[in-house]
């Protein structure tokens, strides 16, 4: 999917073009100049969460893998530290990887995605019900 973003939430994104994705098989938004994102903080973490929970409800009860390269965001840096033995290499993140990871973290914590098994990441019960998508099987 890219960057396109399901929509299925009670409010729908309010940044970006709405258009009808059909790979998807569903209403979609896609953020104004996708793949750079320089919109506020606010608006960049509303869109990251769509994004995963639009992906994560729709491969429902599958779990996905969810990373910087599958989002295509661009890639953070190694980085070098010092001379000789007390030389040091860490991973720096784009600023586009750490709303990624940053958002991840947000949600489980908040108890909207679990992950599986260290493969990927699942939709609880509670992000189903968020985007009115529990089965009705379940919901009665």
Known sequence: ??????????????????AYDHAANAQVCRPKGAGRMSTSNKEQFDLMIRRILGDL??????AVAITAEAYELPKGEH????????????????????????????????GFIRIDNSYGFVATMQALKLASAVPKVISG
Do not use: H, Q
Not at 57 to 62: G, H, L, N, R, V
Not at 84 to 110: C, F, M, V
């Open 57 to 62: 409800i729709a491969a429902c009860p599958a």
């Open 79 to 110: 980085v070098s530290d010092g001379n000789g033995i007390y030389a040091s290499t860490y991973y720096r993140e784009s600023p586009e990887e750490k709303l990624l990871t940053d958002t991840l973290k947000w949600l489980r914590e908040e």
């Open 1 to 18: 999917m890219s960057d396109w973003l399901l929509i299925g939430f009670k409010e729908p994104a309010t940044v970006g073009e709405i």
